[in-house]
């Protein structure tokens, strides 16, 4: 880049200007509500983040098998807390005094019921010749009743339980982002814990009341995340989506600015050398075979089923995959199933960073994801902008969110 003087302007006073511009480093926290492996979107702001001189860390979920605490090879801090929804029920403590006070007690004379008996995983019949009875005894209502509090509200009281969690190791912040709807008010409540008060951003990645689970979602429970929705977004600093359809949904629902659009664009890929053959290495194919991808999350509605069918008619050519959700299950046994003649693979998700080396080693993206949500019809997904960063042509639905970006 070079620099020049404004009509008018010494160089000491463009010099200044440059000045101005560097930016001065802070601190920034990334709150999500998933343990943060194959987050692209968060890695792109992270690692953006500290190139230009910031410190950043992420506050993730843990599950078993990661690390509490880890520094990312880009360079940033991870930090994962292990939600409970249990721990956040309003009045856990009366709910277990009250299970324990009707669960049934062996050769309790009083309550009228006996322990059903322990069956042997052989299926043999209990020594007094009594029927065999599979599995233990049913729950008593108040357990069947807590359970299914616990069931519709479980997504609120998640958030409840990340927040106290993430609230007690958060470190210091200047800004703080939260992620998606699960994540903004983990992110506020840490703001309030500090002083001074960190700017906070949401990051509305999709319109959640109208994606996956939430656009089923009835009655009191959906009222309830669609009120608390807005009531976080109103009290961000700033909402940012991915793109200008989300943006003019949620400036109406959130009643808000509109929201800054920061697309999911990925980094260019540059290889250094020939282009990858990642696939044909790991899944031993021959030369000539085609690779057909699907890579991102395991769920209905994003045309997967569809996939499996479309490969049939594909000469010369196998259909992969990768990533992780519900569904990876069903597709793994439909993978294997004779009907697929061997043509489709599942493979598992692989970190931000080695992406683009994988995506460019198919010969197409694919994602005939389905307008079954206001959510799916508007979108714009991470797949799409890493394949035109890799240089793999793309195979989309005519939906109104990725059509513009296709054409």
Known sequence: MTTGTLPGQTEGAAAAAVADLTPVPQRLVLVLPSTGEFDSRTYRIATAAIAR???VTVLARWKPGLAERETSPAGYEIIRVAPNPGEALPGRATVRRLLRRFRPVAGDGASGSQPAPTVASSGERPADGSPVRVGTASPSLP???????VRRWSILLTVRSQTSRATAVAPKADLIHGMA???IPVALAIAD???PRPKVVYDARDIYM???NLANTRGLVRAAIARAERRWARRADRVITVNQPYAEVMAERFGVSTPLVVMNCAYRYEPDGPRPRRFHERLALAPSQRVVLYQGGFSRGRGVEQLFEAIKAVDDAVLVLMGYGAEEQAYRDRADHPSSGGRVHVLPAVPPA???DWVASADVVAMPIQPTTL??????PNKLFEAMA????VVASDLPGMASVVT
């Open 143 to 149: 357990r069947r009743i807590a359970s299914r509090i």
């Open 181 to 183: 709807y699960m994540g």
């Open 210 to 212: 109208d994606a996956a």
């Open 375 to 380: 959510n799916h019809r508007l979108t714009t």
């Open 53 to 55: 001189g910031h410190s």
């Open 390 to 393: 890799a240089g793999v042509p």
């Open 354 to 356: 080695d992406l683009l």
């Open 193 to 195: 814990e500090q002083a």
